[in-house]
């Protein structure tokens, strides 16, 4: 999801990662206690987890974290917090955009020796805009199963309520930090033939919002904020209009961008 971090402290922070997952890897890997991988066989499993609001965690994902062997997650300090509230005792491992490769590899030898593991993201379903691709890939040329456990999910529950079209849509993960990619991504959506979804900064929003209205004021966008969380938000209307919004409400919190098609149909009345 969005960070609630500005641009300067996104870059910093990513330093910083970067640094304590290299001394990660030279920590010795957890030990495994002998497989035990029942009727279904080993399996990377991939957990959906809330994101925001804690209930959204379905009885099957607790299941299976419940019985995995390991739980891979990008922040073990986040994730542990979410088991310990489920009563869920796990062995953790980091798993970063930084350490992705080298962690498919210790991943791929304990399924290899017959355990389960779980791979889990900070909110959301693992890969989508989240680490785990690299993981997935290498699990599946290895031949071995790999078993989603849906869940909560920002890009279905803000397209779902946004009252903009739904099929077919277009989900382009978060937007550049730099405005000319940033820009040129976003008159891509204005001429698309769907409805346009992205991940975006509080701290670009405004910015972001301004491109679209430059070129289009007209066009229609929803700004879902905190879904799922208490201050939940949909602010809908013209480019122009959500951007004077959020021009005097200083937007907080993760953002998800809709972007309406360049033709809307007949039955859209807002």
């Known amino acids: 999801m969005v960070s609630h971090?500005?641009?300067?402290?996104?870059?910093?922070?990513?330093?910083?990662?970067?640094?304590?997952?290299?001394?990660?890897?030279?920590?010795?890997?957890p030990t495994l206690e002998a497989a035990n991988p029942g009727a279904?066989?080993?399996?990377?499993?991939?957990?959906?987890?809330?994101?925001?609001n804690l209930a959204d965690i379905s009885a099957r994902a607790l299941e299976v974290l419940q019985s995995c062997s390991l739980v891979a997650c990008e922040d073990t300090r986040h994730s542990g917090r979410l088991l310990s509230a489920h009563g869920i005792r796990a062995k953790l491992l980091s798993l970063t955009e930084h350490n992705e490769?080298?962690?498919s590899a210790q991943i791929l030898g304990w399924l290899r020796e017959g355990h389960r593991i779980a791979l889990v993201s900070d909110a959301g379903m693992p890969?989508?805009?989240?680490?785990?691709?690299r993981l997935v890939q290498s699990v599946v040329a290895?031949?071995?199963?790999?078993?989603?456990?849906?869940?909560a999910n920002a890009v279905m529950a803000a397209l779902s309520a946004s009252g903009l079209p739904t099929v077919p849509f277009y989900f382009g993960g978060f937007l550049a930090h730099r405005k000319g990619q940033r820009d040129k991504e976003l008159q891509a959506a204005i001429a698309r033939d769907c409805t346009s979804v992205y991940f975006e900064s509080p701290f670009r929003l405004v910015d972001s919002l301004g491109m679209i209205a430059a070129t289009?004021?007209?066009?229609?966008?929803?700004?879902a904020r905190e879904l799922t969380k208490k201050f939940e938000e949909f602010t809908r209307g013209s480019a122009q209009q959500v951007l004077e919004h959020y021009r005097t409400?200083?937007?907080?919190?993760e953002i998800t961008l809709l972007i309406a098609p360049a033709e809307?149909?007949?039955?859209?009345q807002w």
């Open 249 to 253: 409400h200083t937007p907080r919190g």
């Open 142 to 151: 290895a031949g071995l199963r790999v078993v989603p456990v849906p869940g």
């Open 264 to 268: 809307l149909p007949r039955w859209m």
């Open 40 to 52: 279904e066989g080993p399996a990377l499993y991939l957990v959906a987890t809330p994101i925001g």
């Open 216 to 223: 289009a004021p007209e066009h229609k966008v929803v700004v």
């Open 101 to 103: 490769a080298q962690r």
């Open 5 to 29: 971090s500005s641009p300067e402290e996104e870059d910093a922070a990513a330093q910083h990662e970067a640094g304590s997952d290299a001394r990660a890897l030279e920590l010795e890997a």
């Open 127 to 133: 890969t989508i805009s989240d680490p785990g691709q």
